[in-house]
């Protein structure tokens, strides 16, 4: 598959890249090789393959989520950056 220019030039304005004219020609044949290789691994025979979300297993790793009461409000209100009184002050958050 080849990339035209026109391709080239829309692909440069979406990354925001100021291309010579050197340049958007090495670009286009760059593109070009790489919708080649992609075209050559489509060819594939995946028809046996299981559809998978990742090749490794993977399981969860973290505890469960439980509440545990803290009995020392005034111990980490201490350890806060900026507090007042038993509240921790943090900046406003305005839209």
């Known amino acids: 598959m080849s990339i035209d220019r026109e391709t080239v030039d829309h692909v440069a304005l979406l990354a925001r890249l100021a291309l010579t004219e050197k340049e958007r020609e090495q670009l286009k044949e760059q593109l070009s090789a790489i919708l080649e290789h992609i075209n050559v691994i489509s060819e594939a025979?995946?028809?046996?393959?299981?559809a998978t979300a990742h090749i490794l297993p993977l399981e969860n790793v973290m505890?469960?989520?439980?509440?545990?009461?803290?009995?020392?409000?005034?111990?980490?209100?201490?350890?806060?950056?900026?507090?007042?009184?038993?509240?921790?002050?943090?900046?406003?958050?305005?839209?």
Not at 45 to 50: A, I, K, L, N
């Open 45 to 50: 025979d995946t028809s046996q393959v299981p």
């Open 63 to 95: 505890r469960a989520d439980k509440a545990v009461p803290w009995s020392d409000t005034a111990e980490l209100v201490q350890n806060a950056p900026s507090h007042e009184d038993s509240y921790i002050r943090v900046r406003a958050v305005r839209d």
